[in-house]
């Protein structure tokens, strides 16, 4: 990609450019620069974050975090993918958890309904956490903008990005996960899949 912007870029606009080709969480502008108004473009940066997947114990309302544990089924040689939620330990979930509180945002995943009940007794053949008990959260955009206002104290910001996207995975906040197949596009029902294959994408929640 940095590639390409320099391709796409030629004489007297190159001439005025500074690239700095690195993570902007590795990025430190100088003190008298540090000072000057920045402004912040961010065009389909959000959506490719990403985010952690949270639940609200139904036992005693604890916070848990989901991990993905990997095995390898001896019979196809096959990796299989498998979600374990343990007792909060990421302290980036539980400052985005934190800040989610701070502005009134309660979890969705807190509501309960009468499929819960019908998913209950599903969930008896194995089939695991009933996906609408379970939260996605935007834990890496929150670390990008907390970096952005802590690196530029004096900003402009603006971001383009999905506000909604179709055929979503089941569960609140969930990703749009797709992948190309003899050049046609096509969604999946899950995320636990071989990684580099499919494309995960958040909608954003600007609200």
Known sequence: LHRKQLDNLSGEAKAKC?????????????????????????MEVLDNLPHDKIMYSPEDGQLLQC??????????????????FVPLKDRLILETARVLDAIGHKS???????????????????LGVNPWRTEFIPTMAFQ??????????????????????????????????QSCLRGETLAVERYLLQRGYF???FQTDFG
Do not use: C
């Open 144 to 177: 990008l903008l907390r970096q952005l206002v802590q690196t530029f104290p004096r900003h402009t910001m603006l971001f383009g990005d999905f506000s909604w996207l179709p055929e979503r995975i089941p569960g609140h906040n969930a990703p749009l996960v």
């Open 199 to 201: 494309d995960i994408m």
């Open 108 to 126: 969705p995943s807190l509501k309960g309904s009468i499929w819960d009940l019908f998913y209950q007794d599903l969930a008896k053949g194995n």
């Open 67 to 84: 991990e993905v544990h990997t095995n390898e089924r001896a019979k196809y040689g096959q990796l299989d993918y498998q979600e374990v």
């Open 18 to 42: 500074t690239f700095h080709n690195k993570s902007i969480f590795d990025y430190q502008p100088n003190t008298l620069s540090k000072n000057e108004h920045w402004f912040i473009l961010g």
